[in-house]
């Protein structure tokens, strides 16, 4: 299994355009997460989703659109990327169910917004 | 808004000794909780977690939790300068997990 896998690496963006981030996993996980960590700090929620066609907003959603149409994928959107989303982004996925359960992290993508 | 309060460090510990790392959440209604260690330039990986009051060991690892107190903490026994990362805390409840700045620990060799 890949496990969760993220694209691209890493991307330089210019104030005012669009990306998409994209994230897969393959564990058959009903629970996707978007975070974002600036430099020393640790992870702020941007959105998550409980499964295919869910998705709720975290602490950080400004800025930011996803949707969740299969289980496997979990794309994120930055419209009008601004200095402030320069950070490192993670998705993740988990089983899901009553408690809150592991979370397995991808590798990231490293944003810079100029 | 729930928090989860930890440490900023760097906490500096040599090595062979044992690391104390420290956490405090706000919401009495958390039901699990995590520690993750991230290396510089990595993705966090889980360590342990813990979801009864008590402790819990895994190797050279001993998780803790007080949830009257409202307390989490993770040992690092015989620490080596592998240790050496910066380890988050996150508590869970509905659905989600809150996540501490980190501590970032330093093992001397």
């Known amino acids: 299994n890949a496990g969760v896998t993220q694209t691209p690496k890493f991307r330089i963006l210019k104030i005012g355009q669009s990306m998409t981030l994209q994230c897969t996993q393959d564990?058959?996980?009903?629970?996707m997460y978007w975070y974002r960590q600036d430099p020393g700090m640790g992870l702020k929620l941007i959105y998550y989703?409980?499964?295919?066609?869910?998705?709720d907003k975290g602490e950080v959603p400004n800025g930011y659109n996803v949707s969740r149409s299969t289980t496997e994928d979990f794309p994120l959107r930055l419209e009008l990327a601004a200095p402030s989303q320069t950070s490192v982004y993670f998705c993740?996925?988990?089983?899901?169910?009553?408690?809150?359960?592991?979370?397995?992290f991808g590798p990231g993508t490293r944003l810079t917004v100029l | 808004q729930k928090e989860v309060e930890q440490n900023s460090g760097p906490l500096s510990v040599p090595e062979g000794a044992i690391a104390s790392l420290n956490c405090t959440y706000s919401?009495?209604?958390?039901?699990?909780f995590f520690w993750y260690r991230q290396y510089s330039g990595k993705s966090p990986e889980l360590i342990m977690f813990?979801?009864?009051?008590g402790d819990k060991e895994d190797g050279r690892f001993t998780a803790q939790l007080n949830k009257a107190s409202q307390y989490v903490s993770l040992l690092i026994r015989d620490s080596q300068p592998s240790d050496s990362a910066t380890y988050l805390c996150?508590?869970?409840?509905?659905?989600?997990?809150?996540f501490g700045q980190g501590t970032r620990l330093t093992i001397n060799p």
């Open positions: 989703s409980v499964g295919a066609g869910i998705t």
């Open positions: 919401d009495r209604g958390s039901q699990s």
């Open positions: 813990i979801y009864s009051n």
């Open positions: 564990m058959n996980h009903n629970y």
């Open positions: 996150a508590v869970g409840g509905a659905q989600k997990l809150v």
């Open positions: 993740a996925s988990s089983p899901g169910g009553p408690v809150p359960d592991t979370q397995y």
